[in-house]
């Protein structure tokens, strides 16, 4: 894309987890079977009549705060009116004008880099209902010759965040996904799972000749539902509109389709004249309005954000890419944080979380909270190879039998006899025991070759049942054969 | 009663231009040419009288969307049951396994 | 009278309680006046005989164990067929919802059925509320029981007509720009819409959410707040129902209006109002002057352009509200193949009457991109310069007074076909919708051709108290009693 400059701006759509949706009672439950959590609100029945969710209204104040958006003192709910099957009043109740939250930003680091993403608005809305298309070729709309919708979904609380178009590269939108992911988890105000459809994204995206000020024609890619899709659906939206525009093409703005099993974007229609949602005040609700008492009360309920986790992290002693890995792991979190809190070098127990824990965890298909591994246990394990009484092979033994609930560290490394043993006489009488079974070794050595001292070293440690210190018998084998 | 008394304060108005064809696709209602025309025709004369309100000045006077000054209703985020299916399933036009079945979709 | 069907609520619920009669009797009063009326009027779309059976006898049962539920506990009462009611056929006299029974009641069912009150079935009324003259249902037209080649008014016109005729006690209407006041003028009874977001709305099908407001119909204004008592109160399901305490509605019935300064408004007599109305008006206003209030003249001056505001204001609510009906999750569909736009573009343009169509066509027109601040916007600042108006008149009166309709009813297929001069029915009722106040019309006599004159008093908001006080004076001096006459007489066969 060398002379192409692409501009990106993403809209994130997160599912709140409230118990209830968000103009009606019935319990958020999209699992259940079809439309049995419905009533005449989400149904849109005739006569039915909207009433917010307090609780969903805390939720986008919640977002809007962590992502230091101004809380407008007074909001209003807007009808965007387009007919749709799954869209039960065939009008969506959302915000236009006086979202919420305005005007807030975004910190993500990029391959080490820090960058800042201008949030524009985020404001709140319902989702729509779940529409199945059967017949034809599998489920696709397209070819399909009828469709079935279930309205569970319909009515749950939906906030949308968009972007300032200041991402300039697929990389940088997925770690703005990844990131914003992390917060409204953080937040608790949403399970922010991508693949349930908890989280979606739409991402727009247009490219200009670098040095332009002029933005290019965009496009809209929606159904974008993994942060790995977020990167490939942009890159290749940009791959495609720079290779319309320099075959002498225009790009048309147009909403178009991710289609993650081909890996391409297709246009989803063309449609013959623009939406006109005609935007109006839903005269069924009432302006919303935000005291500064209210805000204050949400303000200092927040949970520490991803962002500020990290930070301490990395200030008890681990690199960045281990505080990004521990902050994106409650399980890991937790386990970090008392072990830390109770004196562990926060370095060595971050490299054992991160690594040997989650191997252990992956390999034996048992998450974290239900193997035997405790704070207490890492504190002593990563303390015992700081003083040199167990190995690293030999703690990571440890440490799986530990997983396993063999009991405490030290328990098992008496039980499996892993101390090393630093009783230099034991060391000394193996030495003297393996190099009177290899004179060919210590011969070669002799004459000036290396590479027999590694072989002589495994030797000592085998019979020594690895519990020697490998320094120790390194530096004795070289002064008995004097290499 | 004769259109002079009836129409208090009527005004001169200018012809509006209504595309009819558009507004109807807008509002999903499928009309045919006929009706089209007619409708148009009723439309374009209920908003020359219509077009009478721009004929007050309304710099500086805000909207008024709610007849009242009332703000925040809200609701509990409290659970409680829904309707039973076969409730509403009844009287839904098609229905196939507990779902509302509607024709293809254009998308 | 002589017959049960034409006493008062609170005449029929003093019999009840002296054990003159039953619920039962009452309810049979009614059915059999209904017998002979409906063939003329057409007032009710369905009469629920097995329900308000069961409701008589429940009534009756707690009369019998001395359990009082209120003032219409026992007491038929008639809904406009907007109005849901469970497992009973609510249409709006559409048919696009033909046969649709609701699975929920409107919470104004429900607070009618906790009441004690007996449900006798559903009214007739224009398409989704729009009308003025009941001729727009897809059922057929209602008639006006003093002359039935009169339109009875709408678009409660099956409503009013009940209470008028004696096939109900009395009847709830919705009133979005006069539904109920103007058809309670062109038949004789009292018909009230209340402050917006003291009576709720929740299952009231939406005509134009911001001016919608059900009230009630009466014989008396003492009915009228019988039935409002019931009716009213905060309900957690509509968001713009009033969170508070209703007031004293019927505290003042008895006052007088010595002492209450009145205003005339200019605006509604003189151009556009028919002379004999004005006359009939301007008679009571002094009867008013002369039971000892201060008559003055006010002025609405912006009210002139209200009927041009409602009509981009209630057509843009109702394009939107009216967009639900697409023939997925209830109501008629299309037999008309094709796809899912389709199949919903079919159904609503066959499920609509003309008048529906109309209005959504306009509505959709008015808040589209380009079109939106010309019309839709500069409605809604029109709607705050009326309402600027009522709140600088009711800084130096305590109510105002005008007819509440330019004429008395006119002939069944007279504005049929001009939409315009249908819409200037409602010239003097749209400016309460518009402010969201109370307002009320009584009958204060008839015109040469024998046809009702009513009169409106309006009041600011959660005013009802004077509104009814100013209210009952005129009931007392107009003491309008030909209503019952006609019902024996006139329509009833002997
Ligand atoms: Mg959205
Ligand atoms: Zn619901």
Redesign the interface.
């Known amino acids: 894309m060398s002379g192409w400059e692409a501009v990106i701006g993403i809209e994130t759509h997160v599912e709140l987890s409230t118990h209830s949706k968000m103009f009606c009672s019935c319990a958020v439950d999209v699992a259940g079977p079809p439309n049995s959590a419905c009533c005449p609100v989400c149904l849109a029945l005739p006569g039915a009549l909207p009433v917010p969710n307090e609780k969903a209204i805390e939720g986008i104040i919640k977002i809007g705060l962590a992502l230091e958006c101004t809380i407008n003192e007074s909001s209003l709910f807007y009808r965007k009116n387009y007919f749709y099957p799954d869209l039960p009043k065939n009008y969506q109740i959302s915000q236009y004008t006086f979202p919420v939250c305005e005007g807030g930003k975004l910190d993500i680091d990029v391959d080490g880099t820090t960058m800042t993403v201008g949030i524009t608005r985020v404001h709140m809305e319902e989702d729509t209902g779940k529409s199945t298309h059967i017949g034809g070729g599998g489920g696709r709309i397209h070819d399909a010759d009828h469709t079935l919708l279930d309205f569970n979904r319909a009515g749950v609380p939906l906030v949308e965040i968009v972007t300032e178009p200041d991402i300039r590269s697929a990389a940088e939108a997925r770690a703005y996904g990844a990131e914003i992911q992390r917060i409204v988890f953080a937040l608790g105000v949403s399970d922010a799972k991508l693949e349930a459809g908890s989280m979606r994204f739409d991402v727009n995206v247009s490219v200009r000749p670098v040095g332009d000020e002029v933005l290019g024609t965009r496009t809209e890619t929606k159904n974008v539902n993994s942060l790995r899709a977020v990167q490939r659906a942009i890159e290749y939206e940009i791959d495609r509109q720079i290779n319309v525009l320099e075959t002498g093409g225009k790009v048309i703005q147009e909403t178009r389709h991710w289609n993650e099993d081909t890996g391409v974007t297709i246009s989803m229609r063309i449609k013959e004249e623009s939406e006109d949602y005609r935007y109006f005040q839903d005269p069924d609700l009432l302006p919303l309005e935000t005291s500064a008492e209210w805000r204050e009360e949400i303000r200092r309920g927040l949970p520490e954000l991803p962002a500020a986790r990290r930070a301490r992290f990395i200030d008890a002693g681990t690199d960045a890419v281990t505080a990004g890995l521990l902050v994106d792991d409650s399980d890991l979190s937790t386990l970090f944080e008392d072990a830390v809190a109770s004196g562990a070098s926060g370095r060595a127990v971050g490299i054992w979380l991160t690594g040997e824990v989650v191997a252990y965890s992956r390999r034996t298909g048992t998450p974290i909270p239900d193997t035997s591994l405790t704070a207490p246990h890492l504190g002593e394990l990563t303390g015992m190879v700081d003083e040199g009484k167990l190995s690293f092979s030999a703690a990571k033994e440890v440490l799986i039998a530990v997983m396993d609930g063999e009991g405490t560290p030290g328990d098992v490394a008496e039980a499996k006899d892993l101390f090393q043993v630093s009783d230099s006489g034991a060391i000394e009488s193996a030495v003297e025991s393996v190099l009177a079974e290899n004179p060919d070794a210590v011969n070669k050595i002799r004459s000036g070759e290396t590479k027999p001292l590694g072989f002589l070293v495994g030797q000592v440690m085998r019979q020594m049942g690895g519990r020697a210190d490998p320094k120790v018998v390194h530096s004795l084998l070289r002064k008995r054969t004097g290499a | ?1 004769d ?1 002079s ?5 009527t005004i001169a108005a200018m012809p509006v231009d ?1 595309d ?1 064809a ?10 045919s040419d006929e ?1 089209l025309e007619m ?1 148009g025709a ?2 374009g ?3 020359e ?8 000045p ?1 710099e500086g ?8 000054p ?11 049951e ?4 076969a ?3 009844s ?4 229905v ?12 | 009278m002589g017959d049960l069907a034409d006493l008062t609520i609170l005449d029929a619920g003093d019999g009840l309680r002296a054990g003159d009669f039953s619920s039962a009797d009452l309810l049979e009063a009614v059915t059999r006046r209904a017998a002979v009326t409906e063939a003329h009027l057409h007032a009710y779309l369905t009469l629920d005989h097995e329900g308000a059976a069961q409701a008589a006898e429940a009534a009756d049962a707690s009369f019998a164990k001395g359990e009082d539920r209120g003032l219409l506990q026992g007491i038929p009462i008639a809904l406009k067929d907007n109005m849901c009611t469970r497992g009973i056929e609510t249409t709006a006299s559409s048919r696009i919802l033909d046969g649709w029974k609701p699975p929920y009641d409107a919470t104004v069912v429900t607070r009618l059925r906790e009441a004690g009150a007996v449900i006798t079935g559903k009214t007739n009324l224009d398409e989704f509320a729009m009308g003025s003259s009941t001729e727009n249902s897809a059922y057929g037209p209602t008639r006006n029981p003093w002359n039935t080649d009169k339109v009875p008014g709408g678009s409660s016109g099956g409503s009013a007509v009940t209470t008028a005729v004696g096939s109900a006690f009395g009847s709830l209407g919705s009133d979005t720009g006069g539904s109920v006041r103007q058809p309670a003028a062109l038949t004789g009874v009292v018909g009230m819409k209340p402050t917006y977001g003291i009576v709720s709305r929740y299952g009231l099908i939406a005509f134009a959410s911001s001016l919608d407001q059900i009230g009630p119909f009466s014989r008396s204004v003492a009915d009228s707040v019988a039935m409002l008592d019931v009716i009213s109160g905060f309900d957690p399901r509509d968001a713009t129902s009033i969170n508070a305490p209703v007031p004293n509605f019927g505290g003042s019935l008895d006052r007088g209006v010595a002492g209450l300064k009145i205003g005339v408004v200019t605006e509604f007599m003189g151009e556009g109002i028919d002379p004999h109305v004005i006359t009939a008006t301007r008679a009571m206003a002094d009867r008013l002057a002369g039971a000892g209030a201060e008559v003055v003249e006010a002025t609405l001056p912006s009210v002139e352009y209200a009927l041009s505001a409602y009509y981009l204001i209630a057509p843009a609510e109702c394009s939107s509200n009216l967009a639900r009906f697409d023939g997925i999750r209830f109501g008629h569909r299309t037999q008309v193949e094709g796809t899912t736009e389709e199949m919903m573009a079919h159904t609503r343009a066959e499920g609509f009457g003309p008048e529906v169509i109309r209005r959504i066509l306009l509505g959709t027109y008015a808040l589209s991109a380009g079109y939106y601040d010309a019309f839709y916007g500069q409605a809604q600042k029109v709607r705050t310069l009326v309402r600027n108006d009522f709140t600088a008149a009711y800084g130096h009166v305590d109510v105002l007074i005008s007819p509440t309709t330019p004429t008395t009813a006119f002939s069944v297929g007279e504005k049929a076909a001009d939409p315009i001069a249908m819409y200037y029915s409602d010239l003097c009722t749209i400016p309460s919708n518009l402010a969201g106040d109370p307002a009320i019309s009584v009958p204060i006599g008839l015109d040469d051709a024998g046809l009702p004159v009513g009169f409106q008093v309006m009041a600011p908001s959660l005013g009802e108290e004077v509104m009814y006080q100013v209210a009952a004076e005129v009931e007392r001096l107009a003491g309008f009693t030909e209503r019952a006459l006609l019902a024996t007489s006139t329509v009833v066969a002997p």
């Open positions: 009663m259109e008394s009836t129409r208090v304060g209504i009819i558009k507004v109807a696709r807008l509002a999903r209602l499928a009309l009706e409708y009723q439309l004369d209920i908003l009288h219509a077009e009478r309100v721009q004929a007050l309304t006077v805000a909207p008024t969307s709610h007849p009242l009332m703000v925040n209703a809200f609701r509990e985020d409290v659970a409680r829904s309707l039973e299916p409730s509403f399933l009287e839904a036009p098609d196939k396994d507990g779902q509302f079945r509607v024709p293809r979709i254009l998308g």
